[in-house]
């Protein structure tokens, strides 16, 4: 559980400036993230001012504190902590002990700590001004392996269908053939040698064509994929949706390990519904609370949340906005922000957006991560009743909810598109000529076949049927058991013809009415 410490001057945090004020410190791990604490000092005589945030070496942003404190000065040895007992909002300046984050710091568990980590401090209102004095960084790492310590840690896919027909699309289907590279990971403190590793499955329906694949020498830390992807074939008859097992055994001069990974059959279904806010406008009255709220029917598991809104109001700083789900969840969207500028116009809630709502600005048209985790409703029933609330927390200033939406992506059945394990059609039988012209061939269908190829050989060409040289030209393809030819022989002459069914694979069989193979004109059809 390392700590790092800024060990910088003190940084003076701009008065009414987005810009904010900045500490950083760097860390060099390569272990997984299992917790994190933060512990700040900074002076200021208005921390109602400001807004506390951390942000990760990979840009996610965690709001520490978002215009706590009111009138109150400083925030001295404030640890934040997912644990303590008491939230930063039930807290007063100074702040001297522990408190729960306005957003969870678990927003980095799981993630790398190597890179850059920042505290950030914006003053969003005139007249006070202060200074980031101190900023420490603590980190939980799981317990560490001694020696080396081999695992699995990602892997990747590339499907194709055996037909030709498939669309490569990274989506395990019915039918394919996958090539998956296995990434495998050092994590231990000693070097792993000699690695090779195998990949199976106990799951129906798929089979493994790769035998040991080998590994580079990795020193601890380090991860590396294989010499080749493994090779999986998924039965045309495995059914869509089904979880594929694979366990991956790895061997190492330094001792064997193994780690285990599903891949699912399809692609995830679902559909993206936007819903939109009846009984507006309504009034956001001076130092009040004013909800709208939108009935949702659907019971699908819920995959992703956005909300978008637009309201007037003559100083958006006096704003409290919070989502509240179904299930009673709380999601702040906005708290405070804007300062003295006017509205929120065409705003997007997004938790995938660029840009966070505290670097805003009024009327903030776009798209914007709100402070809190719109994550929080992913994975709940979408169905019952969702509610915008909107608190004015201050005097003077009032405005008007215009309107507001709900974009829910829901999940579904998986998809799976066909990829059918074709074989080469079969010979073409019964050919005969028909028709009132005697141009027109005819024959049976052929099982499998989605088009035929003519072919016509010349009275020179008689020879070659029975060598390996060319015996024939394309006179024509169809996809129907039928060919108008338009070709007479001249008089005292005569044409071969040969019919050839064919499909994704290619050809069908001539059949065994001659010695040779069938060499056709490779330049193209027949003059």
Known sequence: SPSYTYSGPPVPIPDNNPTGAIASVNVSDVNVIQDVEVKVHLTHTYDGDLVLSLIGPDGTTVVLANHRGGGGNDFIDTNFDDEATTPIVSGAAPFTS??????????FDGRSPAGTWTFKVVDSASVDVGSITGFELRLTYPPQACG????YQSHTISDQCASGAGDENSVVE????????????????GPTTGISATLTTTTP?????????????????QAAAGSTPFSVYVSPSLACGTPIAFRVDASANEGEWDGTFTLAVGAPGGTVTTYDATGLPKPIPDVSTTTSTIAVASSLPVLDVEVGLTLTHTFDGDLDITLIAPSGTRIELSSDNGS???????????????SAITAGSAPFTGRFRPEG?????????ANGTWTLEIVDDAGTDVGSLLAWSLTLATAGAPVCESCEDLAPPGEVLSVTWGGDDDETLTWLPTGGATAYNVYRGNPGDLSA??????????????????????????????HWYL?????????????????GPRIHDPSGPCP
Do not use: K, W
């Not at 522990?98 to 927003?107: G, Q, S, V, W, Y």
């Open 465 to 494: 049927l029975e060598n390996s040289n060319i015996d024939s030209c394309l006179a024509t393809t169809t996809s129907v058991a039928d060919a108008s030819l338009g070709h007479v022989p001249a008089a005292d002459s005569f």
């Open 373 to 381: 985790q719109l994550s929080l409703g992913d994975g709940m029933p």
């Open 205 to 221: 329906g798929v089979s493994i064509a790769s035998g040991a694949i080998t590994y580079p020498d990795l020193l601890a830390g």
């Open 340 to 354: 003295s500028g006017d509205n929120f116009t065409g705003t997007i809630f997004d938790d995938e957006a660029t």
């Open 148 to 151: 080396p310590a081999l695992a």
């Open 499 to 515: 019919v050839r069914a064919v499909n994704g694979v290619g050809e069908g069989t001539i059949g065994n009415g001659s010695l």
């Open 98 to 107: 522990t408190f729960r984050p306005d957003t969870p710091l678990t927003a």
């Open 174 to 189: 019915p039918g394919e053939t996958l090539a998956i590279p296995v990434t495998m990971r050092n994590g231990g403190t």
